[in-house]
C-alpha cells in the first residue's frame, strides 16, 4: 500500500487501529506472533568450525598439502611441519578476518531503538521496540530515534536526521500531510519516518506501517546479507597460478618416472626422483610470502590513515578501474557553510567552509570590511537573532550545537565578528515563534538599546517574500514592486544553479507596547531583507586527488541521494562532470534493467536521488562492463554496495557502523585524497608481488630444469630433495619478503589500471622466469657437470658447488627482480632490506656449507676457495647476460 499518499482515516482502516486510542493489547500480542518481532533477522550464520575448514579450500593451500606430502614420503618431517605450519597461519588468518566481517547485521540491530512511547488501549506506555507491529501508534520528540517505518499523522516542528539512509546531507522536514503524487525515493517521502533515523527538532506522531525485515532498513539488511562477496584478482590469479604448479608437478612426476624406468632403472629409485622434482617445482613459501607482503603493505596503509580489514582487497584497490563515491561526508564537509548573501542587488561571496568561524566577505573579487556594509552588516545581525544554534569547542575542534542551516547562519555572523555576547547587550528577546514544517518560517521579536523593538523572520524565500510589502534596496526602504520581486527570483534561482539552498530574512519595526500573540500577526508586511545561500561545501582537496585518479584511468562516479542540481554542482565543481558526461537520476535508473543501465553506464559520472537497490544496480552493471569497482560511502545505505563492490571502502568519522562493518577498507581521516594514496599503495604492492612471484618460480624453474637434464642425460641427481626444500623455504623467502617492501616506481600513478582479466603472466612476465629459469638452471648443471667430470668419486662435492651456484645465481637474480625492464633500470642497492636480507641469505648458505652439523643434514662439504671462481661466475652469467643484452638494444 502507497501509506504516504492515503489520508488518516483510510489508514486506520487499512491497518484496524485508531489514532485514539490505539491498539488493544491482546491484539497487538496477536500480531506479534503473525508479524514476529520488529527486529532484523539474520540468515543461518556458518559455525566456527565450518568455517575455520573452509579456509584450507584455496588451491594454493593444496600446493602446500602436496608439499606435505612429499615432503613425508622422502622421510623429511622437519620440512613437512613446517609447512603445516605455515597452513594453519594462514587459515587462522583467513578465519579470523571472515568471522570479524559478519558484523555487519549486528551493527544494524544496534541502530533500532530500543524503547519506543506506543498507545496501547488508550494509554502511552513505554514498550520495548522489538515488540512493536503494524498498526501501532507511537509518539517522538527531539533526540528520539524511529523505532519501526511510519505514516506521520501528526507533526510539530518535524525534522528528522535521515543521511544514513538516504544521503541528505541536512535533516527533513516532516509534514502530515498526504502526497499528491506517488513516490519511491525515501527522501522524498515526506510523511514518512524510518527505522534508525533520529529526530532532530519538533516531535510527532505516527502509525507503524512496516516492522522487522519490511522496513527499509530491514530490506537493506537483506540486501546486505544476499549481497555476492567478489572474490579479488589477487585470489583468482593465485588460484590459477596454484593450478599450473601442481599440473606441472604431476606431469613432470609422471614424465620422469616413464623416462626412468626407459632408461632401465628402478621404478622405487624414479619415483624418488621424481617426487624430487614435484618438490623443485612447488614454491612452498609463495603463500605465505603474499601473506606477509600483504600485511607489510597494510602497516604502512595505515600511517597513510587507512585500515584494511581484509589483506586481498589491498591489492584489489590497485587494479580498479572505477570509484563510486558517496558525496555528503565524503567528498563534501558535511558542515552547511554560507558561501554568498544578497540583499538590495548586490552579492557578497564569504570564504572559508566547515564551523571554523574564520573568512573573508569579499565583492566582486574586492575585499569589503562587513561593518562598513550596513545591508551586510544588518543581513547577518538578523541571521543571528533569528536562531537557535551555538558553537562549542572539543578536543580544539569546532562543533556545532543545533540545526546544520542555522550552524551555518551562525557561523557566518561570527566570521564577521558578531556573537551572542556581542547581540545580547544590544538586543533583548521579547517573544519567539519556532520553525513550523507548515509556515516554514521561524521568527522572533527583538528589543534594541534604544528600546525599539523588531519583528525578525527567516525562511524559504518563496514563502518569506509572499509576507512581505517592501524591500531594502540600495540600504533604502522601497516598495516590492512586480520588477524587484523579478529581481529577487533572479538572485534565488541564480544561487540556486550553484547548487545553494537559499535562506531569506525579513524584518519590521514593532510599535512601542504592541503585544503580538501569534506568528500570523507578526509574519505579515516584513520587508524583504536579503538571502543566504549555502551548501555543504567540496573538501578543498578532493579535486586534486579526483584529478590525480583521472591521470591514473580511474573514473571518479558520485553516488548521492541528493537532489539533482546540487550533485550536478558539487560534481563540476570537483572536475567528476565534464563535456559530455550524463547525469541519471533514481527515477531513470529505476526505469531501466542492469542490462539497459550497462548500455550507458561509461557515460555517467553522476547519480542522484538514489536509493540502495540503485546503488547496488549501478556496481553490478559496472561489474558486468569488466571494470573493477570501488564503493566509498559512510551510510547504512551504503553498506549493501560496499559489499558487493569488487572493494568497499567506509569512512572512519561519519560512517555508520554497517558501512565499516561491510567494507574492506575504511578511511580513519574521511578524506577522498586517502583513496588515491591506498590506491598507489595497492598498485605498488601488486607490482611487488609480481616481483617476488616472477623471482620465485624462476628459481623454481632453474632447480626443475638443473633436475630435468641431470635425469634425460643420465646423470647423478646434482640436488637433493632437502637441499631444494632449504632453498624454496630459506633462502628465496628472505629476499622475497624483501621485495614485498620495494618503493614504488615513479610512473605507478600515470599508468592506466591493470585489467581484471590480466593473468599472473601478463606482459612478458611469463618469458622472464622462463629465460632467466633457463639460464639459472642451465649454468648450475654446468657448474655441477665440471666438478663432477672433474671428480666422480665425490658426488657430494660436486652437488655442494651446484647448491651453491643455484643459491648465488638466484641471489643475484632478485635484484634484476626490482624492475621490469633490466638489473640496471633501478638502483640495485635502492632497496635496504632487499640488501641485508641477500647478505642474511648468503650468511645462512655458508654457514650450510661449512658447519659440520648442518653439513650432515643438508649432505654438504666445504667448497675450496679456488672452486669459489667456479660458482661466482657461473651464478653471475644468467642475469648480467641478459642485462647486457638489454644495454646493447637501449643503446641501438
Known amino acids: 500500500m502507497k501509506f504516504s499518499e492515503m489520508d488518516t482515516q483510510d489508514i486506520e482502516a487499512a491497518l484496524q487501529t485508531s489514532i485514539e486510542e490505539g491498539l488493544r493489547e491482546d491484539e497487538a500480542r496477536k500480531r506479534q506472533q503473525k508479524q514476529g518481532y520488529n527486529e532484523l533477522q539474520e540468515v543461518e550464520k556458518q559455525s566456527a568450525l565450518l568455517l575455520f575448514f573452509a579456509q584450507f579450500k584455496d588451491f594454493m593451500v593444496l600446493v602446500l598439502l602436496a608439499a606435505t606430502l612429499i615432503s613425508g614420503l622422502l622421510g623429511e618431517y622437519i620440512d613437512a611441519i613446517a609447512i603445516i605450519a605455515i597452513i594453519l597461519l594462514n587459515g587462522f588468518l583467513g578465519f579470523f578476518q571472515e568471522r570479524k566481517a559478519e558484523k555487519s547485521l549486528d551493527a544494524l540491530k544496534e541502530m533500532a531503538a530500543p524503547q519506543v512511547y506506543a498507545l496501547r488501549d488508550g494509554e502511552w506506555t513505554k514498550t520495548p521496540s522489538r515488540e512493536v507491529v503494524a498498526g501501532d501508534v507511537l509518539k517522538f520528540s527531539s533526540g528520539d530515534r524511529i523505532g519501526a517505518d511510519m505514516r506521520i499523522i501528526e507533526a510539530v516542528s518535524l525534522e528528522i536526521?535521515?543521511?544514513?539512509?538516504?544521503?541528505?546531507?541536512?535533516?527533513?522536514?516532516?509534514?502530515?500531510?498526504?502526497?499528491?503524487?506517488?513516490?519511491?525515493?525515501?527522501?522524498?517521502?515526506?510523511?514518512?519516518?524510518?527505522?534508525?533515523?533520529?529526530?532532530?527538532?519538533?516531535?510527532?506522531?505516527?502509525?507503524?506501517?512496516?516492522?522487522?525485515?519490511?522496513?527499509?532498513?530491514?530490506?537493506?539488511?537483506?540486501?546486505?546479507?544476499?549481497?555476492?562477496?567478489?572474490?579479488?584478482?589477487?585470489?583468482?590469479?593465485?588460484?590459477q597460478l596454484g593450478k599450473i604448479l601442481i599440473t606441472t608437478a604431476l606431469l613432470l612426476t609422471l614424465l620422469v618416472v616413464i623416462i626412468g624406468v626407459i632408461q632401465g632403472n628402478d621404478l622405487y629409485t624414479m619415483v624418488l626422483a621424481g617426487v624430487s622434482l614435484a618438490v623443485a617445482a612447488i614454491p612452498e613459501g609463495l603463500p605465505a610470502i603474499v601473506t606477509v607482503a600483504l600485511s607489510l603493505g597494510v602497516q604502512r596503509m595505515?600511517?597513510?590513515?587507512?585500515?584494511?580489514?581484509?589483506?586481498?582487497?589491498?591489492?584489489?584497490?590497485?587494479?580498479?578501474?572505477?570509484?563510486?563515491?558517496?558525496?555528503?561526508?565524503?567528498?563534501?564537509?558535511?558542515?552547511?557553510?554560507?558561501?554568498?548573501?544578497?540583499?538590495?542587488?548586490?552579492?557578497?561571496?564569504?570564504?572559508?567552509?566547515?564551523?571554523?568561524?574564520?573568512?573573508?566577505?569579499?565583492?566582486?573579487?574586492?575585499?569589503?570590511?562587513?561593518?562598513?556594509?550596513?545591508?551586510?552588516?544588518?543581513?547577518?545581525?538578523?541571521?543571528?537573532?533569528?536562531?537557535?544554534?551555538?558553537?562549542?569547542?572539543?578536543?580544539?575542534?569546532?562543533?556545532?550545537?543545533?540545526?546544520?542551516?542555522?550552524?551555518?547562519?551562525?557561523?557566518?555572523a561570527m566570521?564577521?565578528?558578531?556573537?551572542?555576547?556581542?547581540?545580547?547587550?544590544?538586543?533583548?528577546?521579547?517573544?519567539?515563534?519556532?520553525?513550523?514544517?507548515?509556515?516554514?518560517?521561524?521568527?522572533?521579536?527583538?528589543?534594541?538599546?534604544?528600546?525599539?523593538?523588531?519583528?525578525?523572520?527567516?525562511?524559504?524565500?518563496?514563502?518569506?517574500?509572499?509576507?512581505?510589502?517592501?524591500?531594502?534596496?540600495?540600504?533604502?526602504?522601497?516598495?516590492?514592486?512586480?520588477?524587484?520581486?523579478?529581481?529577487?527570483?533572479t538572485a534565488i534561482d541564480g544561487l540556486a544553479a550553484q547548487a545553494l539552498r537559499t535562506i531569506a530574512v525579513g524584518f519590521k519595526p514593532v510599535g512601542p507596547g504592541t503585544?503580538?500573540?501569534?506568528?500570523?500577526?507578526?509574519?505579515?508586511?516584513?520587508?524583504?531583507?536579503?538571502?543566504?545561500?549555502?551548501?555543504?561545501?567540496?573538501?578543498?582537496e578532493v579535486a586534486g586527488a579526483v584529478k590525480e585518479c583521472r591521470e591514473a584511468g580511474i573514473k571518479t562516479v558520485m553516488i548521492t541521494g541528493d537532489h539533482v542540481t546540487t550533485a550536478k554542482a558539487i560534481a563540476k565543481q570537483l572536475g567528476i562532470?565534464?563535456?559530455?558526461?550524463?547525469?541519471?537520476?533514481?527515477?531513470?535508473?529505476?526505469?531501466?534493467?542492469?542490462?539497459?543501465?550497462?548500455?550507458?553506464?561509461?557515460?555517467?559520472?553522476?547519480?542522484?536521488?538514489?536509493?540502495?537497490?540503485?546503488?547496488?544496480?549501478?556496481?553490478?552493471?559496472?561489474?558486468?562492463?569488466?571494470?573493477?569497482?570501488?564503493?566509498?560511502?559512510?551510510?547504512?545505505?551504503?553498506?549493501?554496495?560496499?559489499?558487493?563492490?569488487?572493494?568497499?571502502?567506509?569512512?572512519?568519522?561519519?560512517g555508520t557502523d554497517v558501512a565499516k562493518e561491510a567494507s574492506s577498507l575504511i578511511l580513519l581521516d574521511d578524506n577522498f585524497t586517502t583513496i588515491k594514496s591506498a590506491i598507489k599503495e595497492g598498485r605498488n604492492i601488486y607490482e611487488n608481488i609480481r616481483k617476488f612471484i616472477r623471482y620465485l618460480l624462476a628459481s623454481n624453474v632453474g632447480e626443475i630444469l638443473v633436475m630435468f637434464f641431470a635425469m634425460i642425460f643420465a646423470l647423478p641427481l646434482p640436488l637433493i630433495p632437502i637441499q631444494i626444500l632449504w632453498v624454496n623455504l630459506v633462502t628465496d623467502g628472505l629476499p622475497a619478503m624483501a621485495l614485498g617492501l620495494d618503493k614504488?616506481?615513479?610512473?605507478?600513478?600515470?599508468?592506466?589500471?591493470?585489467?581484471?582479466?590480466?593473468?599472473?603472466?601478463?606482459?612478458?612476465?611469463?618469458?622472464?622466469?622462463?629465460?632467466?629459469?633457463?639460464?639459472?638452471?642451465?649454468?648450475?648443471?654446468?657448474?655441477?657437470?665440471?666438478?663432477?667430470?672433474?671428480?666422480?668419486?665425490?658426488?657430494?662435492y660436486a652437488q655442494t658447488i651446484a647448491f651453491a651456484t643455484l643459491v648465488l645465481a638466484q641471489l643475484i637474480h632478485v635484484f634484476d627482480c626490482r624492475s621490469e625492464q633490466s638489473i640496471f633500470a633501478r638502483n640495485p642497492f635502492g632497496n635496504q632490506y632487499l640488501v641485508w636480507a641477500v647478505i642474511s641469505s648468503l650468511l645462512l648458505m655458508i654457514i650450510a656449507l661449512y658447519y659440520p652439523p648442518l653439513q650432515t643434514i643438508f649432505h654438504?662439504?666445504?667448497?675450496?676457495?679456488?672452486?669459489?671462481l667456479l660458482v661466482i661466475g657461473m651464478a653471475s652469467i644468467p642475469t648480467f647476460l641478459l642485462a647486457g643484452s638489454f644495454l646493447v638494444s637501449k643503446s641501438k
Open 161 to 239: 536526521e535521515e543521511s544514513a539512509l538516504t544521503g541528505e546531507s541536512v535533516p527533513a522536514v516532516k509534514f502530515s500531510d498526504p502526497l499528491k503524487n506517488a513516490v519511491d525515493s525515501l527522501g522524498d517521502q515526506e510523511n514518512m519516518a524510518f527505522m534508525g533515523t533520529m529526530v532532530t527538532r519538533g516531535s510527532g506522531v505516527g502509525i507503524v506501517t512496516a516492522t522487522g525485515m519490511e522496513t527499509a532498513m530491514g530490506k537493506i539488511a537483506d540486501l546486505l546479507q544476499s549481497a555476492e562477496t567478489m572474490a579479488t584478482p589477487l585470489q583468482r590469479r593465485l588460484e
Open 577 to 654: 562532470l565534464r563535456g559530455k558526461d550524463r547525469v541519471l537520476d533514481g527515477k531513470a535508473l529505476s526505469d531501466m534493467s542492469v542490462g539497459e543501465l550497462e548500455n550507458v553506464v561509461d557515460d555517467v559520472t553522476v547519480f542522484a536521488r538514489v536509493s540502495p537497490e540503485h546503488k547496488l544496480k549501478i556496481v553490478k552493471a559496472l561489474q558486468n562492463k569488466g571494470h573493477v569497482v570501488a564503493m566509498t560511502g559512510d551510510g547504512v545505505n551504503d553498506a549493501p554496495a560496499i559489499k558487493s563492490a569488487d572493494i568497499g571502502i567506509s569512512m572512519g568519522i561519519t
Open 302 to 412: 595505515i600511517k597513510q590513515k587507512s585500515i584494511v580489514r581484509k589483506l586481498p582487497a589491498v591489492e584489489t584497490l590497485g587494479c580498479a578501474s572505477v570509484i563510486c563515491s558517496d558525496k555528503t561526508g565524503t567528498m563534501t564537509q558535511n558542515k552547511m557553510t554560507v558561501t554568498n548573501l544578497w540583499s538590495g542587488g548586490k552579492m557578497w561571496n564569504v570564504s572559508g567552509t566547515g564551523y571554523e568561524p574564520s573568512g573573508n566577505f569579499t565583492d566582486e573579487g574586492a575585499a569589503v570590511n562587513p561593518r562598513q556594509e550596513k545591508a551586510l552588516h544588518q543581513l547577518l545581525t538578523f541571521g543571528l537573532l533569528c536562531n537557535k544554534s551555538d558553537l562549542l569547542t572539543k578536543d580544539e575542534q569546532y562543533v556545532l550545537d543545533g540545526d546544520p542551516t542555522e550552524g551555518a547562519l551562525l557561523v557566518a
Open 860 to 868: 654438504t662439504v666445504a667448497i675450496q676457495p679456488r672452486d669459489w
Open 515 to 540: 503585544v503580538l500573540l501569534h506568528e500570523g500577526e507578526a509574519e505579515k508586511e516584513l520587508t524583504f531583507m536579503g538571502l543566504h545561500g549555502i551548501i555543504d561545501p567540496p573538501r578543498p
Open 744 to 796: 614504488p616506481e615513479d610512473d605507478v600513478m600515470k599508468r592506466g589500471p591493470r585489467s581484471p582479466k590480466e593473468g599472473v603472466f601478463a606482459r612478458g612476465l611469463g618469458w622472464k622466469i622462463i629465460s632467466r629459469g633457463f639460464l639459472i638452471g642451465l649454468t648450475t648443471l654446468i657448474a655441477f657437470v665440471v666438478v663432477y667430470r672433474a671428480n666422480p668419486d665425490n658426488l657430494p
Open 415 to 489: 566570521k564577521a565578528g558578531l556573537t551572542r555576547d556581542v547581540l545580547a547587550q544590544k538586543f533583548t528577546l521579547i517573544k519567539e515563534f519556532p520553525f513550523d514544517s507548515t509556515r516554514k518560517m521561524m521568527s522572533v521579536v527583538v528589543q534594541d538599546e534604544n528600546g525599539k523593538q523588531f519583528v525578525v523572520s527567516k525562511g524559504a524565500p518563496d514563502v518569506l517574500i509572499s509576507q512581505c510589502s517592501s524591500i531594502l534596496w540600495d540600504e533604502k526602504l522601497q516598495q516590492l514592486t512586480r520588477d524587484l520581486k523579478k529581481s529577487v527570483q
